[in-house]
């Protein structure tokens, strides 16, 4: 469940009690708008900021962590090694390459990796043709892509608070790069959408960890949100806007 503190800012924002709400990111990495569109939002950032301490703490798995494994474990390779053995006498081996055959060659490119088909990995599988990456309808000067490209400009944390009333939807964020945003008590209005200028649309019962919902707009454009925190939050936001 979401903090007290969470919940008393949530009714300052709205002016009563959210009939649902949960913290969520976006399901998938905002893709790369074109250059004149993204200029003409103001060429906002489309990636989250991270806390320093993420920074430090890789720094120093990289730099102090990763050497001492690596020295720990060639010196367990050092101790290990049996002494070496006496030196075999030479012998003659043919030439490989007088004792290729004719069909040699033909063979080794049969089993050679051949390069991918156009349009499939090398898999063999269908590469996505999809430019929005299934996170938005894909047309930058819609709702949901205008979203889009203030979604880091207002908060540099990847996740926002939506709540729900009976006058519409809210999203908000917290303006700090905190560690835990979701336990923050000074989170702000982003965006507001009342019931004519927006709607979600989610399935109930979806495996927790995996759950998703969509932002849908009058022109036509959506955005989906997942990553979901809270389970208990997050099962009676799934029902609320499922109902």
Known sequence: ??????????RKILGADPTALVWCELARPIPAPPEQVHRAAGSKRLTPGRHW????????FFFVVIPMMLIDKLGDRLERRPAAPPAPHPRHEPDPASTSTPGSESADAATSPRPPAPGR??????????????????????????LLLHWYGHSPNP?????????GICVAASPRR????????DFHAVA???????????????PRGFATFA???PDGSWLELGRLAGPDDADHFLRTVST
């Not at 469940?1 to 949530?10: E, G, S, T």
């Not at 301490?53 to 120093?60: D, E, K, M, N, R």
């Not at 996740?159 to 006058?167: A, F, I, K, P």
């Open 53 to 60: 301490l993420l920074y430090a703490g890789a720094v120093l």
């Open 215 to 217: 932002l849908h707009f």
């Open 1 to 10: 469940m979401a903090k007290r503190k969470v919940r008393r800012r949530a």
């Open 192 to 206: 507001r959408f009342s019931p004519a200028e927006a709607r979600i649309e989610a399935e109930a019962g979806q």
């Open 159 to 167: 996740q926002r608070l939506v709540m729900l009333t009976g006058d």
């Open 178 to 185: 905190r560690l835990s945003p979701t336990t923050a008590g």
């Open 121 to 146: 990995d090398r898999r063999g599988r269908r590469r996505p043709g999809d430019p929005a990456h299934g996170l938005f309808d894909g047309d930058w000067e819609r709702t949901a892509g205008r």
